[in-house]
């Protein structure tokens, strides 16, 4: 930041309006203040819990012209979540800031990026125009589980731009050519916010509105269980009496269904409002494990009423899955793929290819269909023999020529083009004792053809999903993304690497998505942006990584994301004194 030094410092949220909703207590409908002291000065700073329910406030920003803003909270150590709303009055919609934690043992992070618990944690939110007599409003979660957790704001500070970064701030409005980035929102958003408006789930698309993302995959479903009124399938309904996401998950079904509200209209209106593309996303799960078999997030009535739809081992015995063998199935979910873009308006489909194993097995229509090709019972051969494992990817191939038939025949009704994103594991999740099979042995071993995916035009989008965090600096990226970068070589498919771990330094980000870019990748995809957009530091870099030519440019940005500020005094204790530190009584 160019004019640091000339930064201003808001300590004192005990301004903020209506001052009948701060106080000096735990209350209900206010937001409790706490006195503090950093090296900038004195202030306060306020806290809400969940059962407060502490309505917004707003405070003044005494500046106008081009600001960068970064947002101080304070992490407690014994209660780590928090999750702060936050928007300029002029803003169409909540961003949302979580705690800046970091696991160590599983996340690319410098060791000055761990906050102690006598530390304030200090992020960029965003660079804007700001008019005179702007203010910004605070408030906390209203459902789900995040509004289980304290919603903290220490602290604005506010830093001047500079003339050079206000234009470059200003040429980056409307700007097109940067836009090769997926966002993945997996599922999780469902229960973690118990969508019941238009409202809450347009806080969610604010985190990709004028960003680099141009596609927004949405979890709708597991199997034939989905989070929003399907006509073809059953509406997802969380096992009653079971702790945790599942409490939470039935919670917010409730809510919905009270409210008669449908997220995915919600969820198609508010991306294009954005300026991004929405790809429902479907995973085909099974059951889980007991306890969680009754209804934990899939796989619907549909799989229940049918249980001659299973994949069976090579013994006769049921699986947990639906074999893509029978017509039945591929016809009901390529129905369920079709209500997404005919009566919906959504502008895709995608399919999780990375999780509900196996999609075909040793069911009666496989077995009879591999005689009559290769005049021999497939259950005699190896598992991995190279015409069982044809065979067995060509059930899942025809179910995305179905897709594909049914999505050109809605697109040409409504005069433009429906995408396809499938989301595939590039290494590891291999089934025991499995062989080398070349590059894509993974997907392979899985029953996926990518080869006659890419030549026949059944995937306009190739996420390279891996999952593993591997080098720092990526170095490691290129021996895995080169096959697949060579595949759709000269094809209409773009590949996309999913960028991993979730949490990482803005550098990491910055130097991982270079790696993958040297690799010839077409975009970034990256998985669970339901959590990642809340960690307002790192989602700053995720919204800038479509920058590919300008990304090594952008050290000096990305490490000024994140900052640790230590706190002097905290309700009138020495914080940093040993002997003033809480004990655990």
């Given at each position: 930041?160019?004019?640091?030094?000339?930064?201003?410092?808001?300590?004192?949220?005990?301004?903020?309006?209506?001052?009948?909703?701060?106080?000096?207590?735990?209350?209900?409908?206010?937001?409790?203040?706490?006195?503090?002291?950093?090296?900038?000065?004195?202030?306060?700073?306020?806290?809400?819990?969940?059962?407060?329910?502490?309505?917004?406030?707003?405070?003044?920003?005494?500046?106008?012209?081009?600001?960068?803003?970064?947002?101080?909270?304070?992490?407690?150590?014994?209660?780590?979540?928090?999750?702060?709303?936050?928007?300029?009055?002029?803003?169409?919609?909540?961003?949302?800031?979580?705690?800046?934690?970091?696991?160590?043992?599983?996340?690319?992070?410098?060791?000055?990026?761990?906050?102690?618990?006598?530390?304030?944690?200090?992020?960029?939110?965003?660079?804007?125009?700001?008019?005179?007599?702007?203010?910004?409003?605070?408030?906390?979660?209203?459902?789900?589980?995040?509004?289980?957790?304290?919603?903290?704001?220490?602290?604005?500070?506010?830093?001047?731009?500079?003339?050079?970064?206000?234009?470059?701030?200003?040429?980056?409005?409307?700007?097109?050519?940067?836009?090769?980035?997926?966002?993945?929102?997996?599922?999780?958003?469902?229960?973690?916010?118990?969508?019941?408006?238009?409202?809450?789930?347009?806080?969610?698309?604010?985190?990709?509105?004028?960003?680099?993302?141009?596609?927004?995959?949405?979890?709708?479903?597991?199997?034939?269980?989905?989070?929003?009124?399907?006509?073809?399938?059953?509406?997802?309904?969380?096992?009653?009496?079971?702790?945790?996401?599942?409490?939470?998950?039935?919670?917010?079904?409730?809510?919905?269904?009270?409210?008669?509200?449908?997220?995915?209209?919600?969820?198609?209106?508010?991306?294009?409002?954005?300026?991004?593309?929405?790809?429902?996303?479907?995973?085909?799960?099974?059951?889980?494990?007991?306890?969680?078999?009754?209804?934990?997030?899939?796989?619907?009535?549909?799989?229940?009423?049918?249980?001659?739809?299973?994949?069976?081992?090579?013994?006769?015995?049921?699986?947990?899955?639906?074999?893509?063998?029978?017509?039945?199935?591929?016809?009901?979910?390529?129905?369920?793929?079709?209500?997404?873009?005919?009566?919906?308006?959504?502008?895709?489909?995608?399919?999780?290819?990375?999780?509900?194993?196996?999609?075909?097995?040793?069911?009666?229509?496989?077995?009879?269909?591999?005689?009559?090709?290769?005049?021999?019972?497939?259950?005699?051969?190896?598992?991995?023999?190279?015409?069982?494992?044809?065979?067995?990817?060509?059930?899942?191939?025809?179910?995305?020529?179905?897709?594909?038939?049914?999505?050109?025949?809605?697109?040409?009704?409504?005069?433009?083009?429906?995408?396809?994103?499938?989301?595939?594991?590039?290494?590891?999740?291999?089934?025991?004792?499995?062989?080398?099979?070349?590059?894509?042995?993974?997907?392979?071993?899985?029953?996926?053809?990518?080869?006659?995916?890419?030549?026949?035009?059944?995937?306009?989008?190739?996420?390279?999903?891996?999952?593993?965090?591997?080098?720092?600096?990526?170095?490691?990226?290129?021996?895995?993304?080169?096959?697949?970068?060579?595949?759709?070589?000269?094809?209409?498919?773009?590949?996309?690497?999913?960028?991993?771990?979730?949490?990482?330094?803005?550098?990491?980000?910055?130097?991982?998505?270079?790696?993958?870019?040297?690799?010839?990748?077409?975009?970034?995809?990256?998985?669970?942006?339901?959590?990642?957009?809340?960690?307002?530091?790192?989602?700053?870099?995720?919204?800038?990584?479509?920058?590919?030519?300008?990304?090594?440019?952008m050290k000096e940005f990305a490490d000024s994301l994140f900052r640790r500020t230590p706190l002097i005094e905290l309700d009138g204790f020495q914080a940093q004194n040993e002997f003033c530190v809480p004990t655990d009584g």
């Amino acid at each position: 930041m160019d004019r640091e030094n000339e930064g201003i410092f808001l300590l004192d949220m005990g301004a903020c309006e209506p001052k009948s909703a701060v106080g000096e207590e735990f209350a209900r409908g206010k937001w409790a203040t706490v006195e503090y002291s950093i090296e900038q000065g004195r202030g306060r700073m306020l806290f809400s819990g969940p059962d407060s329910q502490a309505p917004p406030i707003c405070l003044k920003l005494p500046v106008s012209g081009w600001y960068h803003i970064f947002i101080g909270t304070y992490r407690h150590p014994l209660f780590p979540d928090s999750c702060l709303l936050l928007k300029l009055a002029s803003d169409p919609a909540y961003s949302r800031a979580t705690t800046e934690n970091f696991r160590p043992e599983k996340d690319l992070v410098s060791p000055e990026m761990l906050p102690g618990p006598a530390d304030l944690c200090e992020a960029y939110w965003k660079s804007v125009a700001l008019t005179e007599g702007e203010v910004i409003l605070f408030h906390r979660p209203a459902a789900g589980s995040m509004a289980d957790t304290i919603a903290n704001i220490t602290y604005v500070h506010l830093i001047p731009l500079s003339e050079e970064e206000r234009k470059r701030a200003e040429n980056e409005r409307g700007r097109a050519d940067t836009r090769r980035l997926i966002a993945n929102f997996d599922g999780g958003q469902h229960h973690m916010w118990a969508y019941a408006t238009t409202d809450e789930v347009r806080d969610e698309f604010q985190a990709v509105a004028g960003s680099d993302f141009g596609i927004a995959l949405w979890g709708v479903g597991r199997s034939f269980a989905t989070f929003y009124p399907s006509r073809i399938a059953s509406e997802i309904d969380w096992a009653f009496g079971m702790p945790g996401v599942m409490r939470v998950g039935l919670q917010s079904v409730d809510r919905r269904r009270r409210h008669g509200f449908d997220p995915l209209a919600a969820a198609v209106e508010c991306a294009h409002e954005a300026g991004v593309e929405l790809y429902p996303q479907m995973r085909m799960s099974g059951e889980q494990w007991p306890p969680n078999h009754l209804q934990y997030g899939g796989p619907g009535e549909f799989q229940s009423q049918h249980p001659e739809f299973r994949c069976l081992t090579s013994e006769g015995y049921a699986t947990r899955h639906l074999s893509q063998a029978f017509p039945e199935v591929r016809s009901k979910y390529v129905q369920l793929f079709r209500e997404w873009v005919e009566e919906y308006g959504a502008d895709g489909v995608c399919i999780v290819f990375c999780r509900s194993w196996p999609y075909a097995l040793y069911e009666e229509p496989v077995l009879a269909s591999f005689k009559e090709l290769h005049g021999t019972d497939m259950r005699k051969l190896d598992f991995f023999d190279d015409r069982i494992l044809d065979h067995r990817a060509s059930f899942l191939t025809t179910l995305l020529r179905e897709t594909r038939q049914m999505l050109d025949e809605v697109g040409a009704k409504l005069g433009r083009r429906l995408g396809t994103c499938y989301v595939v594991p590039a290494t590891g999740y291999t089934p025991q004792d499995c062989p080398d099979l070349g590059p894509f042995t993974t997907p392979r071993s899985r029953a996926m053809d990518l080869e006659t995916w890419v030549r026949e035009g059944l995937v306009d989008h190739l996420v390279t999903h891996i999952e593993s965090i591997g080098q720092p600096d990526g170095s490691d990226v290129g021996s895995i993304l080169a096959p697949w970068v060579e595949l759709a070589k000269d094809s209409a498919t773009q590949v996309h690497a999913d960028l991993y771990p979730r949490r990482q330094s803005a550098d990491s980000m910055r130097i991982r998505a270079l790696a993958c870019y040297e690799t010839g990748v077409d975009g970034l995809c990256f998985w669970d942006c339901q959590g990642r957009a809340q960690r307002l530091s790192g989602w700053a870099m995720h919204r800038l990584l479509g920058h590919r030519e300008e990304l090594d440019e952008m050290k000096e940005f990305a490490d000024s994301l994140f900052r640790r500020t230590p706190l002097i005094e905290l309700d009138g204790f020495q914080a940093q004194n040993e002997f003033c530190v809480p004990t655990d009584g």
